[in-house]
């Protein structure tokens, strides 16, 4: 449920003289919104958002809109950013950067509005003269190269310093972003941001700021596996009643569960699930339905797919009952399906080597994009020799 993330880069190296350093990108600033040739290279995270804002025809003079959303829309995306309980530990992590300094504290959601700010009156105010308010924007497309749209956008920590932002009402700030993202889902929840005046940069505020962010993610992933256990004590006597094979997974796939199907840690889930019976990846046709906190789910069985048609075109079409499921495979999955359609009673390995490629010995590769197909189709392929299931209905 973790992944890997890039190291930090801040904008200023250890010991470089800022007041230089800020000479230098003005320079260049002025340079590259006048077309004309760069007396040096920005940094790689800042020239390719350079590009994206410029091609989002971001105004450098003037920015973009940054109308605040109203009160009762803010306190909805509050609500609904998932972010709310992590406040006391960002601004706890952060105290060393915000106490008695002219920093302020800023939590934006995943689509970069500012949903929480925290700091002395003065920098509120300071920021306020830049539309840097609760409920404000700060996506790259809105108000260009800033740390809370860049890192959203980036996907990874980024310090922005004086002239590196596209706008030049905010040369004189210096800001640092680091994205939160969701363990469950491996989405972006949003972004904490400390921004003060740019004179206030060092470079040891980027891994101070992603490494909060990295502990915000760590307490969201231990919430997520108390969640998944509380989940397994609920399904514990669902599944010993069953009677069948079945899982207890949460809304996001993850297994709380398992009785009588080979453990995984994760299924895949349609987008749109409701209590039905659905195609899941790895599992093939499957009931599911509700549980407190998740979903059982349970593989239908050789009676339960009588009636199941699988119709391969450019697109492969499962029906089963009122339910349709299309899948859109490759080439070479096509022609397996093909053969397999046209062999009911199954083929080798060998067999299906020798079909598809003219060469029985290349095994490896058929196994390899069989185990593939049947991750997809589940139960409605079998093997030894690999065929379709005997009550699926396959059409041509």
Known sequence: MTTAHPLPEPALATGEDPREFAQVLHAMHDAAMAGQRLPARPR????QSWARVADAGVDPDIGGPIDPIAAADLTERRAASGLGFLLDDLTRGLDAVLRDSPNILVVADAKGHVLWRAGTTAVRRRADGLGFVEGASWAENAVGTNAIGTALTAGQAVQVFSAEHYVRSHHAWTCTGAPIRDPRSGGMLGVVDV??????????TIALVDSVARLAEARLQNVHRDQLDMLRSV?????????RPALAVDEFGWVAAVDRVEPRRRIVLPSDLAPSRVLVSGLGLCDVEPLPGGWLVRPADAAEREGTTVTIGDVVTVTSG??????NPSPRHRDLLTLLARNRGGLSAAELAGELFGDPARTVT??????????????????APYRFAKEVTVSL
Not at 195 to 204: L, V, Y
Request: aromatic fraction near 4%; charge should be positive; proline fraction near 6%.
């Open 44 to 47: 790689s995270v800042i020239g």
């Open 366 to 383: 058929v196994r390899a994009e069989m185990s593939r197909l049947r991750k997809t189709f589940g139960g409605l392929l079998a093997t």
């Open 322 to 327: 009122d339910r349709v499921w299309t899948h």
């Open 195 to 204: 921004s003060g005046p740019a004179s206030s940069i060092h470079p040891a």
């Open 235 to 243: 399904a514990a006597p669902i599944l010993a009643r069953a009677g």
